[in-house]
Structure formats: structure tokens, C-alpha cells
């Protein structure tokens, strides 16, 4: 029963959803595994096993919603320009795109017109898969663009973490922000801190 219930975890990238048992015997099972610390509950109905070696949420998510761009807490998280750890995964979508979200992980939608959802976008490795995420300088920016939403010490901390970095480059950044229309917005914040 434990074979079987390793097999469900592995197919499905190191989660389980408790729906997919099938009988008693399994659900002692797998309560077994949570007690031994072979596997975590995440959440109500989700567990993932402990020590997978494929884990990495961005990889599943990346896999989910391929046309999607890692965005805003996401690729602030990804490049460490902050310290907050963000609750769920923040992906950019072209404005006409139609997508069905899984139950887990947590993944919240942003859907961007053509101009906007085109500009900056990278590809990175996360382990040994490649992920689209913004490009750094477009992620500050985006800093600056969503700051009532990300609130002004984001905007401070994102931008001040990016300047201390060795490949910053300020052209890029400024011409990104003056793509997205934001130049006035963040241009006294860079005068200050520079």
C-alpha cells in the first residue's frame, strides 16, 4: 500500500491530494507517513512528500500555466530583492488568456495587455527546468507601477536590494520604466538612493 501511495506522489511532482485515496487502508497509510515525517501535511486535504528531489513549487507552476510569466512578489522573491516570502506564486497572462487553476499551489492572475505582458520577459533555470519570469530590471519597475498594491517599504526595499547588486543596470531600468510609463514615478527614488 505504501508502493502505491509513493507512486501517486510521484506522479503527481512529490503532492498528494486526499481525494485520490482509495479506501482506508491508504489513508492509514499515508497518516503513517505523516508521522514518521516522511510526508507533510500542507494543508486540509494536501500533503507532499518530505525530501522530493524534484521538488520546487516554481517548476509545478511553470508546468500548470506554461504561457504564464512569474511576476511582482514572485520575481522579487526569485531575484532576492526582498525579505517577504510571498503566500502564493504571481503570474502575468496575456489579457486573453483562459486558464484553470489547480487547487494547489496558491497562484494569483494578472492578465496584461499585449504592450505590457511582452516587456522583459527572461527565461531562467529553476533546477533543471527552464521557467519565464520578468527580467529584474522590469521586476523593480513593476515594483514602482503596482505600489499601492505592494505598498511603499516594497517599493523601497525591491529598489535600494537592487541597486546593492553587482549587475545592476540602471540604463535598462530607466528605459524599462519609461516603457511602462512609471519614469516620473521611480526617477526620484533612484536620485536619492544614488
Request: net charge positive; glycine share 4%; proline share 4%.
Amino acid at each position: 500500500m505504501r508502493d502505491e501511495l509513493l507512486k501517486i506522489f510521484t506522479e503527481n511532482k512529490g503532492y498528494l491530494l486526499s481525494k485520490q485515496l482509495t479506501g482506508s487502508t491508504m489513508r492509514y497509510q499515508l497518516n503513517r507517513m505523516v508521522e514518521t515525517g516522511e510526508a507533510s501535511r500542507l494543508r486540509n486535504g494536501l500533503y507532499v512528500l518530505s525530501n522530493f528531489p524534484d521538488y520546487d513549487e516554481r517548476q509545478l507552476v511553470a508546468g500548470l500555466i506554461p504561457e504564464g510569466v512569474f511576476c511582482l512578489f514572485s520575481a522579487w522573491d526569485f531575484y532576492e530583492l526582498t525579505t517577504t516570502i510571498p503566500r502564493e506564486h504571481h503570474l502575468a497572462l496575456h489579457r486573453n488568456t483562459r486558464v484553470q487553476l489547480p487547487d494547489f499551489p496558491p497562484i494569483r492572475l494578472y492578465f496584461w495587455s499585449d504592450k505590457y505582458y511582452q516587456l522583459g520577459i527572461a527565461e531562467t533555470k529553476s533546477g533543471d527546468k527552464t521557467i519565464r519570469i520578468y527580467n529584474i530590471e522590469r521586476a523593480v519597475c513593476d515594483a514602482f507601477r503596482f505600489r499601492n498594491k505592494a505598498g511603499q517599504e516594497m517599493c523601497t526595499e525591491v529598489l535600494r536590494n537592487y541597486l546593492l547588486r553587482n549587475d545592476a543596470n540602471i540604463d535598462l531600468l530607466v528605459r524599462n520604466a519609461r516603457e511602462l510609463r512609471i519614469e516620473k514615478i521611480i526617477t526620484p527614488y533612484l536620485h536619492s538612493m544614488l
